[in-house]
């Protein structure tokens, strides 16, 4: 999974690259982007298997163990890779490969939460890039309550996998919490906003960095489910996308 994901995702990204010139002149020859085109073209699809409810689709580590006796996953959990990092399998992306994430986390979160997990596991970006508010609050805050033991700095916590300080465990709530907030179109073209957030819970105030150096400040009010927002440039706005939750948009 890790590597055909990742493949995925960055091919086409640089094929669209490629197909831009700068000064009149192509970026790449035509001989490397014919390569990265037949590659694409061989990839095989993201590794799946009928295992989730009612016989569903889920993602797997591979299609088969190598060598044969190995065992498919670990603690690392590989095949959640098409969420994060490479963002396949997203709520902003949508379509099929949306369901079989969802599918992927269901089966993955009995008991509850093993998914998402502690320090460097990014199960806690996972259920955020995929639209799943509960289980995305339920585990910022289940992140953020982390007691900091012997620790003297909160931002440090004890090891849980490797070594202390750990700071991957916050940095990774940090993320997620970016996540359920806005995330972004793979071709950059889309900022979709509240994707994740809680929203008859939660009021927010935020100012975070899109790309195309946009910048997106605003506040989001629970109780009256009003968003307000200054996108900068002006030109942006028309990008953005208002998730659900907000019932009355305004731009400052």
Same mark, same amino acid.
């Given at each position: 999974m890790p590597w055909v994901a990742g493949l995925h995702a960055v091919l086409p990204r640089l094929i669209r690259a490629a197909n831009a010139t700068t000064g009149g002149q192509p970026r790449v020859s035509p001989a490397q982007l014919a390569k990265w085109q037949a590659l694409l073209a061989a990839?095989? %699809?993201?590794?799946?298997? /009928?295992? /989730?409810?009612?016989?569903?689709?889920?993602?797997?580590?591979?299609?088969?163990?190598? %060598?044969?006796?190995?065992?498919?996953g670990g603690s690392e959990q590989p095949m959640m890779y098409a969420m994060h990092p490479y963002r396949l399998a997203t709520v902003m992306? $949508?379509?099929?490969?949306?369901?079989?994430?969802?599918?992927?986390? $269901? +089966?993955?979160?009995?008991?509850?939460?093993?998914?998402? $997990?502690? /320090?460097?596991?990014?199960?806690?970006?996972?259920? +955020?890039?995929? $639209?799943?508010?509960?289980?995305?609050?339920?585990?910022v805050l289940g992140h953020a309550a982390t007691p900091v033991g012997q620790m003297r700095f909160p931002a440090y916590l004890p090891s849980m996998q490797d070594f202390r300080p750990n700071e991957d465990h916050l940095s990774n709530m940090r993320s997620a919490l970016q996540y359920m907030l806005l995330q972004h179109s793979n071709t950059n073209a889309s900022l979709g906003l509240l994707p994740a957030w809680p929203c008859a819970n939660w009021s927010v105030a935020f100012k975070l960095h899109a790309p195309g150096r946009t910048t997106i400040e605003g506040s989001y009010n629970h109780t009256t489910a009003a968003l307000s927002l200054d996108v900068r440039p002006a030109t942006r706005r028309a990008d953005v996308v208002v998730m659900g939750c907000a019932k009355h948009v305004a731009f400052l």
């Amino acid at each position: 999974m890790p590597w055909v994901a990742g493949l995925h995702a960055v091919l086409p990204r640089l094929i669209r690259a490629a197909n831009a010139t700068t000064g009149g002149q192509p970026r790449v020859s035509p001989a490397q982007l014919a390569k990265w085109q037949a590659l694409l073209a061989a990839l095989p %699809p993201l590794p799946t298997a /009928g295992k /989730g409810s009612e016989g569903a689709e889920m993602f797997t580590a591979a299609r088969e163990p190598y %060598p044969p006796h190995a065992v498919l996953g670990g603690s690392e959990q590989p095949m959640m890779y098409a969420m994060h990092p490479y963002r396949l399998a997203t709520v902003m992306e $949508g379509g099929p490969l949306l369901q079989v994430g969802k599918e992927t986390i $269901g +089966a993955n979160a009995r008991p509850p939460m093993v998914s998402i $997990g502690d /320090g460097w596991h990014q199960g806690v970006m996972n259920v +955020a890039l995929l $639209g799943l508010r509960d289980l995305a609050a339920e585990a910022v805050l289940g992140h953020a309550a982390t007691p900091v033991g012997q620790m003297r700095f909160p931002a440090y916590l004890p090891s849980m996998q490797d070594f202390r300080p750990n700071e991957d465990h916050l940095s990774n709530m940090r993320s997620a919490l970016q996540y359920m907030l806005l995330q972004h179109s793979n071709t950059n073209a889309s900022l979709g906003l509240l994707p994740a957030w809680p929203c008859a819970n939660w009021s927010v105030a935020f100012k975070l960095h899109a790309p195309g150096r946009t910048t997106i400040e605003g506040s989001y009010n629970h109780t009256t489910a009003a968003l307000s927002l200054d996108v900068r440039p002006a030109t942006r706005r028309a990008d953005v996308v208002v998730m659900g939750c907000a019932k009355h948009v305004a731009f400052l």
